[in-house]
């Protein structure tokens, strides 16, 4: 088994601070996850709408014709250089690109949707599925910083969190001075660009992976009661 090297994504993030045990048993102790019909369903999805934006088929899916049919046309109708889909961006510990498997990988990011509008706005979409249970205020931030890291020149950027079976779109806009604070320099280490610097820091520092056991959190975990119950401290 491969050592555990530690990167940051949001995924990893969000699986931390609900528990550190649980980052743990997952990343580190790399113990094996039961993919969930839910996981599963949400892959599916992803991949069929990917494969109809890059023009793999014409026929559109039912995810998408659902609620969204123009604007999965209007994703489709964007020039193929202007337009990323389900790319993956890798960074070094200095926020410059490295490649997805390197070595000096550190941050780890990927978009479902990316669209260059100019060289100093790109949009972003992320494909939900289910109801809106969360506002994704972390994830939001997270998704902007690949923006800003690739393009120097980014004035805006905005993320579209798209829900599929709902209908709804909830948007967050970042400027300039909210990802590099009033400066707007990214060598000053401020907003969003110096938070995420810190949290990812806080994250890589903690080698105790306390548990932090809660009836929402164990509920879910896949270390949990209800799922494998591979987990001590998991409460019902
Ligand atoms: S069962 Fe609860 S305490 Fe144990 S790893 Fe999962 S979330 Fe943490």
């Not at 995810?63 to 046309?73: D, E, H, M, R, V």
């Not at 997805?100 to 550190?106: H, I, L, P």
């Not at 941050?107 to 994704?136: E, L």
Request: hydrophobic share 35%; with cysteine.
């Amino acid at each position: 088994m491969k050592p555990f090297k530690f990167s940051f994504s949001y995924s990893r993030w969000s699986l931390w601070r609900k528990c550190p045990k649980a980052f743990k048993l997952q990343n580190v102790d790399k113990l094996p996850i039961e993919t969930g019909p839910a996981l599963i369903k949400g892959r599916k999805i992803h991949d069929e709408i990917a494969d109809y934006l890059q023009h793999k088929t014409d026929e559109a899916p039912t995810s998408l014709t659902k609620k969204f049919a123009t604007l999965g046309q209007q994703l489709r109708d964007v020039p193929s250089s202007n337009i990323m889909i389900e790319d993956q961006m890798a960074f070094d510990k200095d926020r410059r690109a490295v490649g997805w498997f390197g070595a000096n990988a550190y941050y780890r990011m990927i978009w479902d949707v990316g669209v260059s509008v100019s060289n100093k706005v790109i949009q972003a979409v992320d494909w939900k599925t289910g109801k809106p249970y969360d506002s994704y205020d972390d994830q939001k931030q997270i998704f902007a910083l690949p923006a800003f890291w690739l393009n120097p020149d980014l004035e805006e950027f905005t993320g579209n969190w798209v829900y599929l079976d709902h209908g709804d779109v909830h948007s967050t806009t970042f400027n300039r001075a909210q990802m590099y604070g009033p400066t707007c320099d990214p060598a000053a280490d401020d907003g969003l660009h110096g938070l995420w610097k810190a949290n990812a820091a806080m994250m890589e520092s903690d080698v105790s992976y306390r548990a932090t056991p809660s009836k929402d959190a164990c509920k879910w975990c896949e270390f949990g009661p209800n799922k494998q119950n591979l987990c001590e401290d998991g409460v019902k």
